[in-house]
């Protein structure tokens, strides 16, 4: 039977428990407020001078999640006469907000990451900060670090330079909207309507952002596909779970940003800094197999141009189990770490992404690895020597490799606890499902609406990964974020 559903409170409750059992710090503690106050009486100041431009005039704009107050970049792009195409990525100076080792930056190091829970969003900065003073919100002047870039008509990148500057979002615009509008689903949302110069721009965007994806798949940048649920709430409760969609906008702010993070890995390569790298495999044995299992075969030595290949055909063939294969493959990868990477040596590079030099610097509200990589490059802009020690940069590294696991643990046990939630009034109901995993602990299920796993309870005998069946929801157990399916 389904248990008895909890309030809003408890689950923010839980919420905090889980971050608490995996290393977080929930709490800001007491010596924040007090430098918010004196933030607040002796704000820094946003103005053009010495070498920090003024590109108020420019027509930025943002793209994010519809509900987002936490932004970090914006965009803007310039076609010159021969093809060429400038762009210009805007990221929030949180460092000018937040020094080194003041309260809210101690704290910060401590989390390293915001954690996004479901029902309740943690912060690694004070919310005051985060959505507000250094969050890069429509028609606000603020302080920025910009990443600017040349891409061709082929994709390639030339010219990159950063430096600092007072910027101006226009539009503060969401990825829903805007990318049905870029597919040509829905009409373009009102602030994109009223503006043809704005029009132009996001088009012009899109335009480039294509090319620089099609030039990383030609380099064998890995075409994953992870299919994220979120909750909706409404009148604060959970009533259902929905699908994260990709479509242009992310893909849009996705290929910018990982044209701007290398940049500032090449920016920097004379200091020592962090970079992202993601291993080349070494269960790559594995993954051959995997590829053998569906009549394909891959070299011996770990090739990303060709596992791509393999994943566009197999996406092609079997969309309905692509994501399951994209877990499967991303988990045999290997996740994403930080490393110190010192001036002269060569780190990993990044085996997904296709590409040798990357770090993280496109979201400091978010991600401490980012703030500290903002603090090399003003560093560096300044001529003053590094922020950091090689000791320090190593240890943020592993603190931060270390709590974004720990972040995803807390992600995955709330995701299960609310679907739990939003499923518990469906008992009987029978569902499309498609099995996703057969261990020792049992047969898994996905529903394909809504976007939720299970544990097949009955009926689970003769079948294997990939299987489809009609399941029926038999139990839920929110306290344990247990979903029970039985064979229909």
């Known amino acids: 039977m389904s248990a ?16 608490q059992r995996y290393g977080f710090e929930p709490d800001f503690p007491p010596q924040v407020p007090l430098q918010l106050a004196d933030l607040k009486a002796h704000p820094p100041q946003i103005a053009a001078a010495g070498d920090i ?24 792009a310039e076609r010159a006469s021969n093809g060429d195409v400038k762009v210009m990525i805007g990221i929030a100076d949180v460092d000018a907000f937040v020094p080194k080792q003041t309260p809210i930056d101690q704290h910060a190091a401590k989390e390293t990451t915001t ?9 690694m900065l004070p919310e005051e900060l985060s959505t507000g003073k250094t969050s890069l919100l429509e028609n606000q002047d603020c302080l ?89 709430v409404l009148n604060d409760q959970v009533v259902d779970v929905v699908k994260q969609q990709k479509n242009r906008a992310t893909e849009l702010i996705e290929d910018f940003m990982v044209a701007a993070n290398g940049v500032v890995a090449r920016f920097l390569e004379k200091v020592s ?13 594995r993954i051959v197999q995997l590829a053998a299992t569906k009549n394909e075969k891959l070299p011996a030595q770990p090739d990303s141009k060709a596992l791509n290949d393999f994943l566009l055909r197999r996406k092609a063939a079997d969309p309905d189990h692509f994501a399951d294969l994209s877990l499967a493959v991303i988990k045999l990868i290997g996740p994403g770490e930080y490393v110190l ?9 990044h085996f997904g992404l296709a590409v040798q030099d990357y770090t993280h610097s496109t979201a400091p509200n978010r991600r401490f690895a980012d703030v500290v990589t903002q603090r090399l490059i003003k560093a560096l802009l300044a001529g003053q020597k590094n922020p950091y020690s090689d000791d320090e940069l190593t240890a943020i590294a592993a603190n931060c490799t270390q709590k974004e696991d720990a972040a995803k643990k807390v992600e995955r046990e709330m995701t299960k606890r609310l679907a739990a939630v939003a499923m518990q009034h469906r008992i009987g109901e029978v569902f499309d499902a498609i099995v996703t995993g057969v261990t020792d602990h049992g047969t898994f299920v996905r529903v394909l609406q809504p976007h939720i796993e299970g544990l097949l309870a009955q009926g689970q005998q003769g ?20 979903i029970d399916f039985a064979r229909a």
């Open 53 to 76: 431009r003024d590109l108020r005039n420019l027509l930025w704009s943002s793209i994010d999640n519809d509900t987002s107050r936490d932004l970090d970049q914006i965009e803007v």
């Open 273 to 285: 800094s962090l970079r992202r790298i993601v291993r080349t495999p070494e269960r790559w044995d």
């Open 144 to 232: 920025s670090v910009v990443i600017e870039f040349v891409v061709d008509p082929s994709g390639n990148i030339n010219s990159p330079s950063v430096y600092r500057a007072v910027v101006h979002n226009k539009a503060q615009l969401q990825y829903n909207s805007v990318g049905a509008w870029l597919e040509g689903r829905s009409p373009a949302p009102p602030k994109v309507a009223a503006s043809a110069d704005l029009q132009a721009q996001l088009k012009l965007q899109d335009e480039v952002a294509q090319k620089l994806k099609d030039q990383r798949f030609q380099h064998g940048a890995l075409n994953l596909q992870t299919d994220e649920v979120h909750p909706l």
């Open 115 to 123: 954690v996004y829970a479901g029902v309740h969003n943690f912060p």
């Open 463 to 482: 079948l294997d990964v990939g299987d489809k069946l009609r399941a029926k929801l038999i139990r839920t157990d929110v306290q344990k974020g247990f």
């Open 341 to 349: 990477e010192r001036a002269g040596d060569v780190a990993p590079g």
């Open 4 to 19: 008895a559903n909890p309030s809003h409170l408890d689950l923010q409750a839980t919420a905090k428990e889980v971050m």
